[in-house]
């Protein structure tokens, strides 16, 4: 029996501190953004795996899933539409789309070993059919591409927690999700770090809002907002 542990944010809690923010549109850096920290993190979960049948963490948890297949089901995206989970970790939103009937599966990771955790989940649940490869995202291969739907939930998050260059980083992923997607194609991003208003400015020009997703609110002092933003965008040029 496959068992999961739930990790609401990059920062371990739903409510994504405030503090994080180092500036209006950056962040301070973190070892969260560095390949290092997630190899090393998913050879552990690879071993927790082998060793008990545990997946691993679900980040935002099962919720975080359920409303994004949700909003696929009531737009009536096809079963067969060409779907790329962008930053895959243990794979588990790929089994909760094959789940639902979505067939033409694609996960990458520029972790190896998530990509070998995942691979291991998959053939638990024996599902043969979704495609999984290691993948830089900031620099795919050529291969890579014709997606109608591209979902990420924390992958942006992490990259914009880079000690490099996070500000050319943003730009490379904007970029390569242009060159991954079909016109008219959906970009489903959950995150815990930007607000509405900082995605809408990151991910224009070239991408329209759609829909923001109904996720957890919170109350303090007084003011009412939501700890993560969930949006779906429109590939429009």
């Not at 944010?9 to 850096?29: I, N, R, V, Y």
């Not at 980083?169 to 390569?176: G, H, M, R």
Request: glycine letters at 8%; charged letters at 25%.
């Amino acid at each position: 029996m496959l068992t999961s542990r739930v990790v609401m944010s990059t920062h371990g809690a739903e409510d994504c501190p405030l503090q994080c923010k180092q500036s209006e549109d950056d962040f301070a850096p973190s070892k969260l953004g560095t390949k290092d920290y997630w190899d090393d993190a998913y050879k552990r979960e690879l071993q927790t795996f082998k060793d008990i049948g545990d997946v691993g963490e679900i980040w935002f948890g099962e919720e975080s899933m359920g409303r994004v297949i949700r909003w696929m089901e009531t737009q009536n995206v096809p079963e067969n539409a060409a779907i790329l989970d962008i930053g895959t970790g243990n794979g588990m939103f790929l089994v909760e789309l094959a789940k639902h009937g979505f067939s033409n599966l694609t996960g990458i990771d520029y972790s190896k070993a998530a990509v070998e955790l995942t691979v291991n989940i998959l053939e638990e649940e024996g599902l043969k059919h979704v495609k999984i490869q290691v993948e830089d995202f900031l620099n795919p291969s050529t291969a890579l591409k014709g997606f109608d739907v591209c979902i990420d939930k924390g992958t942006f998050d992490a990259i914009s927690l880079s000690p490099e260059d996070r500000k050319e980083a943003k730009k490379l992923y904007v970029n390569s999700l242009k060159t991954v997607m079909q016109p008219g194609g959906f970009f489903i991003i959950t995150s815990c770090n930007w607000t509405k208003e900082q995605l809408l400015q990151i991910f224009r020009p070239g991408f329209e809002l759609v829909r923001e997703l109904p996720t957890p609110r919170f109350q303090f002092g007084g003011v009412t907002g939501n700890s993560v933003t969930a949006l779906v965008f429109k590939r429009i040029d």
